[in-house]
C-alpha cells in the first residue's frame, strides 16, 4: 500500500466506525486525517518532481560527458610535446617586437612596441611621459637596471 493509499484507507475507517466531529477528540482526529491526506498529496508530488529531476540530471550529465570528451585528451591520446616547445620559444624569442620599460616616475614595467618614439609614450600607471629613456640591450658597462654584463 502506498501512503495515498494508507490515508484514504484511514479516513475510510473514521467514516466507517461513524466517529462522532463534535467532541474535542473527534475534530482533532477529524483534522489530523486531514492533514495526513494533504500530506500524502504532496509527498507524492514531490516524489514525482524528484524523479523528472533526476531524469534531467541524467540527460545534462551525458551531455557533460560528451563534451568533456571533445575538450579534454583521452588517455590514449598523446600531447604533441613539439607544439609546447614550440609555445615556450615563442615567449623565450626576442623577436615579439616589444621592449619592456620601466617607467623612471613610477617604477612600473611597461610593454612598450618596438616602432613608437619612447618620448611619447605615457606610462598607464601614472600617466607621466617617459621621456628620454634609453632602451638596455644587456651589453652596457655602466647599466646599474640589468644583471646581463
Avoid: H
Amino acid at each position: 500500500m502506498d501512503i495515498m493509499e494508507k490515508a484514504a484507507y484511514l479516513k475510510g475507517l473514521t467514516e466507517g466506525y461513524e466517529l462522532d466531529k463534535n467532541p474535542k477528540e473527534g475534530k482533532v482526529l477529524t483534522e489530523l486525517l486531514d492533514l495526513v491526506s494533504m500530506m500524502a498529496e504532496r509527498i507524492v508530488a514531490l516524489e514525482d518532481e524528484c524523479a523528472e529531476l533526476r531524469e534531467y540530471i541524467e540527460e545534462i550529465d551525458n551531455d557533460l560527458g560528451l563534451v568533456e570528451d571533445d575538450l579534454y585528451l583521452d588517455d590514449e591520446d598523446s600531447y604533441d610535446e613539439e607544439y609546447e616547445n614550440d609555445f615556450d620559444n615563442d615567449f623565450e624569442d626576442d623577436d615579439s617586437g616589444y621592449d619592456e620599460i620601466e617607467c623612471p616616475s613610477c617604477g612600473e614595467i611597461i610593454c612598450v612596441d618596438e616602432t613608437l618614439e619612447l618620448s611619447e609614450v605615457v606610462c598607464p600607471a601614472c600617466g607621466e611621459k617617459l621621456g628620454d629613456v634609453e632602451l638596455c640591450d644587456g651589453n652596457c658597462s655602466s647599466c646599474t637596471s640589468c644583471d646581463e654584463e
